[in-house]
C-alpha cells in the first residue's frame, strides 16, 4: 500500500474564502481521487484526478467549484472555492494502486469548518 | 442509479463474540467489492475485498462473503476486540465506465464492549 499523507489536517475557514489541500504520495500512481465525507455519513466520489488532464468531476460537483490540479504523478490539490457553512465536511484524497488492481488507499483527510 | 446500501447503521457486541456486518448492492455489473474500516478522525483503512467470480475471501481474523443472486455483502469479524470498534463501509467498484471509481454504502458503528 502507498502512505498518504494530506495537509492541512484540519482548518477553520470563513465564508467566502478558498482552501487549497494538499495530497502527497510516497510512490508515483496512476489514478488519484477527491472524496466528500459530510459529518456522520459517508464518502461521496467528487472526481478524479488525471495526470497531464484535467479532472473528471462526478454528477453534482464542478469545476468552478473544486478546482483540482495534479502537477505528476504523487501529487494532487483540491481547492474548496467560495466556501460556505454547506462546505463543512472531511475531504480525502485516494490513490489506485498500480498493477491493475480497482484498491484505493485513503489519506487521513481534511476537517474543515466553515463558519 | 447505483447505490450500496447498509441493512444496520449500528452494531453492539460483547469482546470474543463474532460480529457479522451486512451491505446490499443495486450495480448488477459491479466486480469488485471493499471493506473499509474508518477509525475517529482518520481516513478509512483497507480491510478486504473480493472480485465478482469468487463467493468467499478469508482474512485475518475477517471474512467476506458474496452473494450474486442477491446481491448482498457481508463481513465477518472473528473473536471481535474493543480495538475493531469503528465505523465500516462496503464499497463496489461499478466496472464498465465506472472502472476505478468505488461507491460507498452507508456505513455500520459497530461497538465492542469489553
Known amino acids: 500500500s502507498a502512505v498518504i499523507s494530506q495537509k492541512p489536517s484540519r482548518d477553520i475557514c470563513q465564508r467566502g474564502t478558498s482552501l487549497t489541500i494538499q495530497c502527497q504520495v510516497d510512490s508515483q500512481v496512476t489514478m488519484m481521487f477527491w472524496y466528500r465525507q459530510q459529518p456522520g455519513q459517508s464518502l461521496t466520489l467528487i472526481a478524479t484526478?488525471?495526470?497531464?488532464?484535467?479532472?473528471?468531476?462526478e454528477s453534482g460537483f464542478v469545476i468552478d467549484k473544486f478546482p483540482i490540479s495534479r502537477p505528476n504523478l504523487t501529487f494532487s490539490t483540491l481547492t474548496v472555492s467560495n466556501m460556505s457553512p454547506e462546505d463543512s465536511s472531511i475531504y480525502l484524497c485516494?490513490?489506485?494502486?498500480?498493477?491493475?488492481?480497482?484498491?484505493?488507499?485513503f489519506g487521513p483527510g481534511t476537517r474543515l469548518l466553515v463558519l | 442509479g447505483e447505490s450500496v446500501g447498509l441493512h444496520l447503521p449500528t452494531l453492539s457486541v460483547q469482546e470474543g463474540d463474532n460480529s457479522i456486518i451486512n451491505c446490499a448492492y443495486s450495480?448488477?455489473?459491479?466486480?469488485?467489492f471493499i471493506w473499509y474500516k474508518q477509525e475517529s478522525g482518520k481516513g478509512p483503512q483497507f480491510i478486504i475485498d473480493?472480485?465478482?467470480?469468487?463467493d468467499k475471501r478469508q482474512g485475518q481474523r475477517v471474512t467476506v462473503l458474496l452473494n450474486k443472486t442477491v446481491k448482498h455483502l457481508s463481513l465477518q469479524i472473528a473473536a471481535t476486540q474493543p480495538g475493531d470498534s469503528a465505523v465500516y463501509f462496503c464499497?463496489?467498484?461499478?466496472?464498465?465506465?465506472?472502472?476505478?471509481?468505488?461507491?460507498f454504502g452507508q456505513g455500520t458503528i459497530l461497538t465492542v464492549h469489553p
Open positions: 484526478a488525471n495526470q497531464g488532464s484535467e479532472a473528471t468531476y
Open positions: 485516494s490513490v489506485g494502486v498500480a498493477g491493475g488492481r480497482e484498491t484505493q488507499y
Open positions: 473480493i472480485r465478482s467470480n469468487m
Open positions: 450495480n448488477s455489473a459491479s466486480d469488485y
Open positions: 464499497a463496489e467498484n461499478g466496472g464498465g465506465t465506472s472502472y476505478g471509481k468505488l461507491t
